[in-house]
């Protein structure tokens, strides 16, 4: 029996609309816009409750130290690159991370992309100016492009639409591969095939064979593997362009709880997380798991405050506050934070976003993060948890599956120079396939301290 949608629910979906909110574009035909917002209300959801549901009971499960969160993808997807090829490589890279933690840390992974949605960027300035012409910003595909001519940059609500069908075409292609044997356990070795030798693949190498070895050895004690054919692979994206997240926002028919079905999980950003404004308001009326970014002005009143407006009633898994304080500040700001809402009592899971914190601009103009920067917030992160007896609950990266020369270091040494050979990302830098190994072996490490 379906539940009828509540008056009431429906009219505090549109609340935002009166309220202060920032990091929208300037529409220039609002008509145009509402038809495509009509559009996209009658078009089938991307996700469905259900597994929204499964995907908080499980980051419950991370906020208690029974799991681990591995969330990663581009800074800034675009249309362009949701190919086959780039959405294979990017789940192989989150599959292959989640076979090392998994092994070497004993614990349950959850695998979620920042994929198929991350197509909006909230921007430090509405416009900018090169050789004395000013042009609105580019704020990601689904907004405009990142040409800088007058056309490229005026907002275009088409755009709202080509993304909807990039993500159901990105969705698509992620439950084939993640629950068509793709995935499956079984494989461990293919998945290393067509990347270069380095010290990384090759102790993933290692682990697959005693993979193996272990899968051998079961089968030998008459085990079933159905369990490991397949995996749960979560979207996710930052909920910043409410036109889009308002008309992919449904009833659930077994309860009559909003879902916002363009994703899994949504969070809300550093720049959007303001208590009286739009984002905040909309997203405390849709049931999904939600994030939020937690910079390093962030207080733990504020958190708290959050929780308030965005969990009143306390339901474990509902908020993954993820923290990016930068590796020099997070020993010194993270520990008032935790400390604080702990003692608060009521559930979050804590997550670390290593990446945002960190930019820097290189010598020759790139902008780009340090590898080791990158790997110390994480230790930071472990070390504030471990001292004070709180979960660690997993990362938030930015990475792909591609031999991109973005972020400085690793095993490769990347330097200066060497960024120019393969820098791709239109907005923030991105660990490589192999640096995201790299990373994931070091944080086997710091889990099993943990």
Known sequence: MSVEADPAVLAGLEAWRDLPVTQQPAWPDADALRRVTDRLAGLPPLVFAGEADAL???????????????????????????????????????????????????LPVIKMGRMAGQYAKPRSSDSETRDGVTLPAFRGDIIN???????????DPQRLLEAYHTSASTLNLIRAFTTGGFASLLRVHEWNRGFMANPAYARYEEIAAEIDRAIRFMAACGADFDALRTVDFYSSHEGLL????????????????????????????????QLDGAHVDYFSRVHNPLGIKLGPTSTADDALRLIDKLNP???????????????????????????KVTADGRPVTWVCDPMHGNGITSASGYKTRRFSDVMDEVAGFFEVHRALGTVPGGLHMEL?????????????????????????????PRLNHQQSLELAFQVVELLRKS
């Open 400 to 428: 792909t599956g591609d031999d991109v020369t973005e972020v400085l270091g690793g095993a490769e040494e990347i330097d200066d120079a060497g960024l120019a050979r393969r820098y791709e990302t239109l907005v923030d």
């Open 242 to 273: 409410l036109d889009y997240e308002r008309p992919l926002t449904r009833i659930d028919s077994r309860t009559g709880h909003a879902y916002d079905c363009s994703a899994h999980f949504l969070w809300i950003g550093e720049r959007t997380r």
């Open 313 to 339: 009633d306390a339901e474990p898994g509902r908020i993954t506050f993820i923290t990016r304080m930068g590796a020099s500040r997070i020993r010194e700001l993270l520990p008032a934070l935790v400390e």
């Open 145 to 155: 492009g990142f040409e800088f001519t007058p056309e490229a940059r005026t907002p």
């Open 56 to 106: 908080r009971a499980q980051l419950a499960a991370a906020g208690r130290g029974e799991a681990f969160l591995l969330q990663g993808g581009d800074c800034a997807e675009t249309f362009a690159e949701a190919t086959a090829d780039n959405i294979r490589g990017k789940i192989m890279t989150v599959l292959q991370m989640a076979v090392v933690l998994t092994y070497g840390a004993s």
